[in-house]
T-cell receptor, first 112, second 108 residues
């Protein structure tokens, strides 16, 4: 049982480049979310999904797009990378409200 | 506007003693609260949760207390062990809003 798998683990981008962070879960969870972790800021919600075909914005959605075509996958797209997007990104999934979320191991992104 | 606050960035506790981590929130409509533990270079791991209709939930060495009138919750770890050294995040299950975390260090 792999849980939540994020790829890549590390990435360096140049300003203006685009890329997709991949997230896949094999637990048939309906809820999936993307967070970024910055020093002193905790984890902040970027986008979330309550099921296939349904997505919504979180606290810090600007500069990011998501889609949820299947229950398993929830990719996060950076449209035009900026140094302010340098962060550690976590994907998480859950069966629903009140249940613990399972997190992936993170993607460390550096934008130069 | 930080809806979930952890005002202590760090805490050091002697091994075997009780660790108490605190969390305050502003939104009385939150239904659930959760605690996560995070080691460096890993994703957060779910520890324990509590529903807003309860005031206590216990799981082994971990107990979470909820004081709704004060909008305050706390995580008690008894007895504290070296493996408990990590960053602890409090979260409210309204889009999983996280606090900024408290780094707990257990001193052998």
């Amino acid at each position: 049982n792999a849980g939540v798998t994020q790829t890549p683990k590390f990435q360096v981008l140049k300003t203006g480049q685009s890329m997709t962070l991949q997230c896949a879960q094999d637990m048939n969870h309906e809820y999936m979310s993307w967070y970024r972790q910055d020093p002193g800021m905790g984890l902040r919600l970027i986008h979330y999904s309550v099921g296939a075909g349904i997505t919504d914005q979180g606290e810090v959605p600007n500069g990011y797009n998501v889609s949820r075509s299947t229950t398993e996958d929830f990719p996060l797209r950076l449209l035009s990378a900026a140094p302010s997007q340098t962060s550690v990104y976590f994907c998480a999934s859950s069966t629903g409200t009140g249940h613990g979320y399972t997190f992936g191991s993170g993607t460390r992104l550096t934008v130069v | 506007d930080q809806q979930v606050k952890q005002n202590s960035p760090s805490l050091s506790v002697q091994e075997g003693r009780i660790s108490i981590l605190n969390c305050d929130y502003t939104n009385s409509m939150f239904d659930y609260f959760l605690w996560y533990k995070k080691y460096p270079a890993e994703g957060p791991t779910f520890l324990i949760s509590i529903s807003s209709i309860k005031d206590k939930n216990e799981d082994g060495r971990f107990t979470v207390f909820l004081n709704k009138s004060a909008k305050h919750l706390s995580l008690h770890i008894v007895p504290s062990q070296p493996g408990d050294s990590a960053v602890y995040f409090c979260a409210a299950d309204e889009k999983l809003t996280f606090g900024t975390g408290t780094r707990l260090t257990i001193i052998p």
